[in-house]
């Protein structure tokens, strides 16, 4: 992505991606505790980090800005 900024300025910057590689990790660790039989509040953090993670990168993305 770095390189792909340089040589295409208009490509997203990394940082812009950020939010969503952060929401879809936290999907993957919920799906990783539901597989592994962990306890309901872990499951139910991971989402709550994911759902955080997704409004910020709805909010960063608006197209009213």
């Not at 295409?8 to 952060?22: H, R």
């Not at 872990?42 to 608006?62: E, P, Q, S, T």
Request: with cysteine.
């Amino acid at each position: 992505l770095c390189v792909l900024r340089i040589v295409i300025a208009k490509a997203t910057p990394p940082l812009g991606f950020l939010p969503t590689m952060l929401a879809g990790a936290a999907l993957l660790l919920a799906l990783r505790g539901a597989l592994t039989d962990a306890t309901w509040p872990v499951i139910a953090a991971w989402l709550l980090a994911g759902l955080a993670a997704h409004l910020l990168d709805v909010y960063l993305r608006r197209p009213w800005r």
